[in-house]
Nanobody
């Protein structure tokens, strides 16, 4: 069973930035289904950013141009750089790879 541990969340003002990290083991982020998801209160979990099987990236329309997903396989770490944050980005963010999920980390954006 793989273990994924997120870090980097917290409280930030609108317009600010945060970088989420997700630490794994082995070359786990080369597996299919790698990405970041989020779930806001009362809403379903949604894909924020991910890698396709070809290695290209894809983003939810709501975060395009503001968020960037990346991975460092040498460090076994997945990242999500979030810029120009908005209050509607407030959610619990989860990293995922293959069938493994992180425990989630809170991101709160104040107006």
């Amino acid at each position: 069973q793989a273990q994924l541990v997120e870090s980097g969340g917290g409280l930030v003002q609108a317009g600010g930035s945060l970088r989420l990290s997700c630490a794994g083991s082995g070359s786990i982020f080369s597996l299919p289904g790698t990405g970041w998801y989020r779930q806001a209160p009362g809403k379903e979990r949604e894909l924020v950013a991910g890698f396709s099987s070809s290695g290209s990236t894809n983003y939810a329309d709501s975060v395009k141009g503001r968020f960037t997903i990346s991975r460092d396989n040498a460090k076994n770490t997945l990242y999500l750089q979030m810029n120009s944050l908005k209050p509607e980005d407030t959610a619990v963010y989860y990293c995922k790879t293959y069938r493994y999920w992180g425990q989630g980390i809170q991101v709160t954006v104040s107006s």
